[in-house]
């Protein structure tokens, strides 16, 4: 039981390059986000789902596209990557249920950095 | 709106002092609470929840709906509490969205 995986952990990209992040989990959990670490600036909701071929915008979506195409992955695209978006960018899920018991499982982070 | 305030950056103690991190939150409802602690390039963990009244590593967390606080304590702090902690309102009714408040570093010196 691996938990919440992140590829890739580093990638440096030059400016106007495109990649994608991907986040796994085997959890069978429905929600999954997508959150950005800057100092200062604490954790912030770019995208999130919840559920397979659902994706919402959270808090700060423009330059990113998601896609959950399978329940258990959770994709993250750069198109037009620019030096803003060099962060530390964290993957989460969680279960359905509504309970008060239900935390956030994270991958362990990608760092990115844009040039 | 929900909101998760965290008004301290940074917080730097010696070893065997107290540690309060403080936690406050806006919501209309009855919330529940969390605090998730990061220790260096590691990734985020929860540390423990409102509702289960229990105390981890030494710390606790008491819900004070009159002040809507739910600030971090510890009796005595140890240089391996160094961390990013982060307070957060973690379901709300209707929402899916976690509210995180900014994070407090806390170190501790030796």
């Known amino acids: 039981n691996a938990g919440v995986t992140q590829t890739p952990k580093f990638r440096v990209l030059k400016t106007g390059q495109s990649m994608t992040l991907l986040c796994a989990q085997d959890m069978n959990h429905e929600y999954m986000y997508w959150y950005r670490q800057d100092p200062g600036m604490g954790l912030r909701l770019i995208h999130y789902s919840v559920g397979e071929g659902t994706t919402a915008k959270g808090e700060v979506p423009d330059g990113y596209n998601v896609s959950r195409l399978k329940k258990q992955n959770f994709l993250l695209g750069l198109e037009s990557a620019a030096p803003s978006q060099t962060s530390v960018y964290f993957c989460?899920?969680?279960?359905?249920?509504?309970?008060?018991?239900?935390?956030?499982?994270f991958g362990p982070g990608t760092r990115l950095t844009v040039l | 709106a929900q909101r998760v305030t965290q008004p301290e950056k940074l917080l730097s103690v010696f070893k065997g002092a107290p540690v309060e991190l403080k936690c406050n939150y806006s919501?209309?409802?009855?919330?529940?609470l969390f605090w998730y602690v990061q220790y260096s390039r590691q990734r985020l963990q929860l540390l423990l929840r409102?509702?289960s009244r229990e105390s981890i590593k030494g710390f606790t967390a008491d819900l004070n709906k009159g002040e809507t606080s739910f600030h971090l304590k510890k009796p005595f702090a140890q240089e391996e509490d160094s961390a990013m902690y982060y307070c957060a309102l973690p379901w709300m009714g209707g929402s899916y969205i976690p509210t995180f408040g900014r994070g407090t570093s806390l170190i501790v010196h030796p």
């Open positions: 989460a899920s969680r279960a359905l249920a509504e309970s008060s018991y239900n935390e956030q499982f």
């Open positions: 919501y209309s409802g009855s919330p529940e």
């Open positions: 409102h509702i």
